[in-house]
């Protein structure tokens, strides 16, 4: 069973600073990336940043470069989502999600397990 341990979410001030850690487990892909998507109330999802497993690649949303960093322990099988310069439209419901392969993408369809989302909020 894949798993998905999703924390760090948060209120914060515009200008602050979270990171989110997303720790998964229970998936047998030998090459993987994992992505990084939110969605705010009435809006599509975005697809917010991803990484693969191997090489360590990155890959943000124009609305995030410069702000978010992404990062992963490998032997931890975790990534996390370093975001700093928070912006109230920053607010929504984070998750992180597999993707079986290593290419990155942040179209939402390619990816198989998603794990069930942490709040982040930044007040104004």
């Known amino acids: 069973e894949v798993q998905f341990v999703e924390s760090g979410g948060g209120l914060v001030q515009a200008g602050g600073s979270l990171r989110l850690s997303c720790a998964a487990s229970?998936?047998?892909?030998?090459?993987?990336?994992i992505g990084w998507f939110r969605q705010a109330p009435g809006k599509e999802q975005e697809g917010v940043s991803c990484?693969?497993?191997?090489?360590?690649?990155?890959y943000y949303a124009d609305s995030v470069k410069g702000r978010f960093t992404i990062s992963s322990d490998k032997a931890k099988n975790t990534v996390f989502l370093q975001m700093n310069i928070l912006k109230p439209e920053d607010t929504a419901v984070y998750y992180c999600?597999?993707?079986?392969?290593?290419?990155?993408?942040?179209?939402?369809?390619?990816?198989?397990?998603w794990g069930q989302g942490t709040q982040v909020t930044v007040s104004s």
């Open positions: 229970g998936f047998t892909f030998d090459d993987y990336a």
């Open positions: 999600a597999v993707k079986r392969g290593i290419s990155l993408s942040l179209g939402s369809y390619e990816y198989d397990y």
């Open positions: 990484i693969s497993s191997r090489g360590g690649f990155t």
